[in-house]
């Protein structure tokens, strides 16, 4: 098994008298695509939250280890440390993508990288690279609302990719999409993440998304009741 990227121990995360983690330890290996399952409150969103520096748990630790450095705590990093490993490091997939209707699929890509301190014509060059390797060349200057659904949520995978993010995480990616889209789109997902040898976290409900990926672990009661590899 490749080196872990993420490493969560003794996760526990309570809204007031809600319990969302009761004590998670999890592994992610470098290069695998793990899907996340569970029913609606088990706390599977939390631990991604969690796991992606976007919520802080109220006890136990994430450690992520980038491709070359040291080990880093993310549970222990300030917001804006937290902020900018989420921008440098990190890629997101969300059900509804999330991406800004006012700007063209290209400019949605390219303002990741600009985020991040690329200047505007190579970040372009970079967006319009990613959204032709998924199938949307001659499509750059539409805007949202003028894509199809998975249109829409390969341009939000290009947005993940293009700063080279070693991890991404994906909410319920095909959530919003027919069954045939879905495997389109998760076929792209899987491409420019473990065929890149970049590692892939995804939520989902979908057990035909979760059958594609290489582990799956079931979250219940904000527990891990089991993680084994995909039928």
């Not at 993508?97 to 200047?119: Q, Y």
């Not at 894509?147 to 390969?154: I, K």
């Not at 473990?194 to 672990?217: F, K, N, Y």
Request: with cysteine; proline share 3%.
């Amino acid at each position: 098994m490749n080196s872990s990227v993420l490493e969560a121990r003794a996760l526990h995360k309570s809204y007031g008298t809600t319990h969302a983690l009761a004590g998670v330890d999890l592994t992610i290996h470098r290069g695998e695509a793990v899907a996340i399952m569970g029913a609606s409150g088990s706390g599977k969103t939390t631990l991604l939250h969690i796991l992606a520096g976007i919520v802080t748990p109220d006890a136990g630790t994430v450690t992520f280890q980038p491709p070359a450095g040291h080990p880093v705590e993310v549970s222990a990093l300030g917001e804006s440390a937290r902020s900018r490993m989420r921008r440098e490091s990190f890629g997101f997939v969300f059900q509804q993508g999330l991406l800004i209707p006012e700007l063209t699929a290209v400019e949605n890509v390219a303002l990741a990288s600009m985020i991040t301190g690329v200047k505007k014509a190579d970040a372009v060059q970079r967006a319009a690279s990613w959204l032709a390797a998924l199938g949307l060349a001659g499509m750059e200057d539409r805007r949202i609302g003028e894509l199809s659904g998975g249109q829409a949520q390969r341009v939000a995978i290009a947005r993940a990719q293009v700063t080279g993010a070693e991890l991404v995480f994906a909410d319920e990616p095909t959530g919003a999409l027919d069954s045939r889209t879905s495997q389109e789109v998760m076929d792209a997902l899987l491409w420019s993440t473990v065929g890149q040898g970049r590692t892939l976290l995804v939520v989902t409900h979908d057990p035909e998304v979760a059958s594609r990926c290489s582990r799956i672990v079931s979250v219940r009661d904000g527990l891990v009741v089991s993680s084994g590899v995909a039928a």
